[in-house]
């Protein structure tokens, strides 16, 4: 009674008065009824067996382990369960390190006592190999703030861990099938424990000599009641273990009236404990769902979205989802564009091509500017008619008029042959349309020679 004494020391006289007159008067210095339950809330940690608790200003945290032992001789098919507490001078100034107190001691009893006694949780599950290795289940919690009534908080701590814990897979092997193999987590799915019901602690408060009851008490109230009582039962209304811890009697009446009340609350509190474990397990089922890229994706995301993966980043669910579908809408993007682009380009490709087809006809040009005004029929047949026939005298001829052209009419004039000769031809050449031939179109050397004689001798 360690914590009642440091509370009562805290407390004046006149705060101790004004909570009786209170009580007297069926009021409550929070506000509540007489029967009335402080607010639960109840909060998971990232891993497995792990609860945290807030009752009011009571503040509890509990933690699950398992390891493999051997069994008790009298039990050899039976695991083990036990319970320790460990308070903190953070909770409460009266609580000290080291070595737990009696409050303590009669904290862990009461839990224990109630899970035990009353088969909640399934110890033949926990058999491993008969008579040689069982799990031992342990149960730590620690008090992080003592607001009152802190055997309810420790229970349903204990209680919410338990059903969230997962202890791991063995199998047996060996020639003589006596070998066990403790398989991590990563190899098979660990296991949940066998819990048949859930025993809720309820604690009540009596002052006034026994006259006053009150639940759920609160730190002040415990300072001043003259006794409490501690009653665990099931929302099948099965009475799992009753704590009477000292103080002032109490009547038979009195207990089953406590009775009734612990059990009309204790179908609220199971229901309200069970729908948090089913929150807390769909979200530990949705962390392990792998998303696979959608089928809008291109493949270049795909490998992205993988080596991201692969590099451990991590986002959650809806974050994820907004992600991919950005990324898709920027593909569209990007396709779409894509496709504009090539539909561009092979419209002006196809304008090029028929700007092309339409300017080009047939093959090389072989037109020549020096050529124009020779006929090709006419030369034919006037150097036919001279007989002709060496295609390097035809070039020395027309050397001042093709000294200009190209190469293409050069190959032209080459493989140009000679006609047969005309033998009624006259010398004096064809003339077509009133133009003259070649011959009279080059003035022989000595008419030059003439002229420029008969020049000088008149000067």
């Known amino acids: 009674m360690e914590s009642k004494l440091a509370n009562a020391w805290r407390l004046t006289v006149n705060e101790k008065k004004f909570i009786e007159t209170a009580l007297l008067s069926e009021l409550r210095i929070d506000g509540r009824g007489l029967y009335d339950y402080r607010k639960l809330t109840i909060k998971f940690g990232r891993e497995y067996g792990s609860s945290e608790v807030q009752l009011g200003h009571t503040h509890v945290m509990g933690f699950v382990t398992a390891q493999l032992v051997q069994p008790y001789k009298d039990r050899p098919n039976d695991g083990a369960l036990s319970v320790f507490t460990e308070f903190s001078p953070m909770a409460d100034p009266s609580f000290e390190p080291g070595r737990p ?26 058999c491993v190999l008969a008579g040689k290795l069982v799990w031992a289940i342990r149960i730590d919690l620690h008090i992080l703030d003592n607001g009152g009534n802190l055997v309810d908080a420790a229970n349903i701590a204990a209680l919410a861990a338990l059903l969230t814990f997962r202890r791991p897979e063995c199998t047996l092997g060996g020639e003589d099938g006596q070998e066990v193999t403790v398989h991590p987590p990563e190899v098979r799915e660990p296991i949940p424990l066998i819990i048949h019901h859930l025993p809720i602690a309820f604690t009540f408060g009596f002052f006034n000599n026994g006259n006053i009851l009150v639940m759920d008490p609160t730190y002040n109230e415990e300072a001043v009641m003259c006794a409490k009582m501690t009653l665990i039962v099931n929302a099948n209304g099965d009475i799992c273990a009753i704590q009477k811890a000292g103080g002032e009697g109490i009547l038979q009446s009195v207990i089953i009236h406590c009775l009734r009340l612990a059990t009309a609350r204790a179908a609220a509190t199971t229901k309200m404990i069970k729908d948090a474990v089913e929150g807390y397990n769909r979200e530990k089922a949705l962390q392990k769902i792998r998303r696979h890229p959608t089928s809008l994706v291109s493949s270049e ?97 027309l050397g001042s008029q093709e000294k200009h052209s190209e190469s293409e009419t ?39 020679k003439k002229r420029a004689s008969s020049a000088s001798g008149a000067s």
């Open 410 to 448: 050069q190959e032209m004039h080459e493989d140009v042959k000679p006609a047969p000769p005309v033998i009624n031809e006259p010398q004096t050449g064809l003339h077509t349309n009133g133009g003259k031939t070649l011959k009279d179109a080059v003035k022989p050397k000595n008419k030059r």
């Open 101 to 126: 107190g009696e409050f303590a001691v009669e904290l862990g009893r009461v839990i224990d006592r109630g899970l035990r006694e009353s088969r909640a949780v399934d110890m033949e599950s926990l």
């Open 301 to 397: 995301s795909a490998s992205s979205a993988a080596a991201k993966k692969n590099q451990g980043q991590s986002v959650d669910q809806e974050e994820d989802n907004e992600v991919s579908r950005k990324r898709v809408e920027r593909l569209k993007l990007i396709s779409e564009e894509s496709r504009a682009t090539q539909s561009n380009d092979s419209e002006s490709g196809n304008s090029r091509e028929s700007r092309s087809a339409k300017n080009f006809i047939g093959g090389p040009s072989s037109w020549d500017p020096y050529s124009k005004g020779v006929d090709t029929d006419f030369l034919k047949a006037s150097l036919g008619s001279r007989g002709i026939s060496n295609p390097s005298r035809i070039q020395k001829d």
